[in-house]
């Protein structure tokens, strides 16, 4: 009995994107065919403990599934139930139930539609994708579940109404609906590394962890995609050093004071030989393979080489200067060149990041290594002010308390 919960819970997360995915392509509805996979969930979770575990549980799932969602249709109306029962036996062009793996991808293509509010593709692409339940998506966001569910139903409305496809985009808008579904796993992954919440703990794995399985599927679904491996590769890098990033006391670690001998060794030679794969590609780096490589060179060795870095951030300041990217590569400068000379770099971003607290703790370290401690002081005060992160707080106040 226990073999068979243990197998049905693997099987939710392993195949509940793949079920959605097949149903909604066939009968062109994200409600029936979220509806459809829970009851059929539902009965396998009634029916595996007691009968044992079908040979083929994925299999099993999609065909009850997919009765269900008939039995639905022909509930809400026996006319159009027909119709659409005929379209399922008779079309020669639908995909047979174990098809699977381009329905996925469009299903993820359609979760994350430019048209939706990003939050709405997160919440949407955790639900139909990932296999989260509402109450798991608004603990995620800290958020109650009736105003998450809302969301959901809201965006799945948006796509009925405006009747987006679920295809793959057209060649020509590719490049844009790709950046959106990158977007949208780089922003569940953020908030599992460095939970945004004094609510939340400090690191969130069952984030990281869905944003790093969803980037692995579209890499496999899109393996040519640079930006797709560049993204995955970072994934990879940054979920390799969770073990060493809060102490036993609830502090945050930072890299240089990390003990490197409980990162994730395979994690991060899969992510590295990603990055390599890219580079050896000869195709221009994007910002997600930028990101990889600068996480790439922390990885390797003892010390970081902050020469290699600070090129790296060059590039990307080419391709994005955003703010963070600037306060980044100044971060680095600071590490090749002193303290000093970084500074300056700081001074000039004042402005826009000031109510950032990384740009004031990163401020404040560079503050203590000139011997300015008072001004040292006020900065970690103003970190400490613009953060909730729990582990960040007692880092941030130990370091001040020290001066």
């Not at 870095?309 to 100044?330: E, G, K, T, W």
Request: net charge negative.
């Amino acid at each position: 009995m226990t073999d068979a919960r243990d197998a049905l819970t693997r099987a939710h997360r392993e195949e509940w994107s793949r079920v959605v995915a097949t149903l909604a392509k066939r009968f062109g509805s994200l409600d029936i065919a979220e509806e459809a996979a829970a009851e059929a969930f539902a009965v396998a979770a009634e029916r595996w403990p007691a009968d044992g575990i079908p040979p083929s549980p994925g299999a099993w799932l999609s065909t009850t599934a997919t009765r269900k969602a008939i039995d639905r249709l022909r509930r809400e109306g026996i006319g159009e139930a027909r119709q659409r029962e005929a379209l399922l036996v008779h079309d020669p062009h639908r995909a047979p139930v174990g098809a699977i793996d381009d329905d996925r991808l469009r299903l993820i293509f359609t979760c994350c539609h430019p048209a939706l509010s990003v939050e709405a593709r997160v919440a949407l692409t955790l639900r139909m994708v990932g296999g989260l339940s509402v109450p798991e998506i608004a603990r995620a966001f800290l958020v109650q579940d009736t105003t998450m569910g809302a969301r959901i139903t809201r965006a799945k409305a948006k796509i009925a109404a405006a009747r987006i496809p679920y295809r793959v985009p057209a060649r020509e808008d590719l490049p844009r609906r790709v950046d959106a579904v990158l977007t949208v796993l780089f922003l569940i992954f953020n908030e599992g590394y460095l939970a945004s919440s004094a609510d939340a703990g400090p690191v969130r794995a069952e984030l990281t962890g869905e944003a790093l399985r969803m980037a692995r599927l579209l890499h496999t679904l899109l393996p040519d995609d640079g930006e797709v491996a560049g993204l995955l590769a970072l994934m990879l890098l940054i979920e390799a050093r969770r073990a060493a990033r809060v102490s036993s006391a609830g502090e945050l670690v930072p890299l240089a004071e990390q003990d490197r001998g409980v990162w994730d060794a395979r994690l991060i030679a899969e992510g590295h030989a990603l990055v390599r794969e890219r580079l050896a590609s000869g195709v221009a780096p994007g910002r997600y393979q930028l990101l990889a490589a600068i996480n790439a060179v922390h990885t390797d060795g003892e010390t970081t080489d902050w020469t290699q870095v600070v090129a790296l951030y060059d590039q990307l300041v080419r391709l994005d200067p955003s703010p963070i990217v600037r306060l980044n590569r100044a971060v680095a400068l600071g590490e090749r060149d002193g303290a000093a000379s970084a500074l300056s770099e700081f001074d000039a971003l004042e402005p826009e990041l000031s109510g950032y607290h990384a740009y004031h703790a990163a401020r404040a370290a560079l503050l203590v290594r000139v011997g300015r401690l008072a001004e040292a002081r006020d900065a970690y005060d103003a970190a400490i002010a613009t953060t909730a992160n729990l582990a960040e707080i007692a880092y941030l106040a130990g370091r001040r308390d020290d001066l």
